[in-house]
């Protein structure tokens, strides 16, 4: 079964959460999720599990990288998988952000279709933030 890696746990990742914790008033606070939203957690996909630390392959079947991190938009309308390519134990690899939209599974194997190793070190390295 094939299906866009977005659809599913970037979706689920980018939806606010239905339920938030809300200013305490009244003596009132909603924290935590509900009957109705347990569902959708369990049948859920775990980050960690699923996708950290993952190779990425091409639809050649060639590893062209890993996924070391997953990045969400301030504004939640966006995700990143922070790829890496080439190095040695993490030694002089070079990882780059790609919008989640562009990956696939295929089983249990994370797809970006039409990467390559080269083209992967060929994009701008992303690098984060650094605190002022």
Request: aromatic content about 6%.
């Amino acid at each position: 079964m094939r299906y866009a890696l977005y659809s599913g746990l970037t979706a689920l990742l980018l939806m606010s959460a239905p339920a938030s914790v809300n200013a305490q008033t009244a003596g009132r606070t909603t924290l935590g999720v509900g009957v109705v939203e347990i569902d959708d957690v369990i049948k859920g996909w775990s980050v960690d599990k699923k996708l950290l630390g993952k190779h990425v392959y091409n639809d050649k079947n060639e590893q062209v990288g890993k996924i070391e991190d997953i990045i969400i938009s301030p504004a939640r309308k966006e995700s990143y998988a922070i790829v890496s390519a080439g190095g040695f134990l993490g030694i002089g690899s070079h990882d780059v952000a790609i919008p989640a939209g562009q990956f696939q599974m295929t089983g249990d194997k994370i797809v970006l279709p039409g990467a390559t190793k080269e083209l992967i070190k060929a994009m701008p390295a992303f690098h984060y933030a650094r605190k002022q």
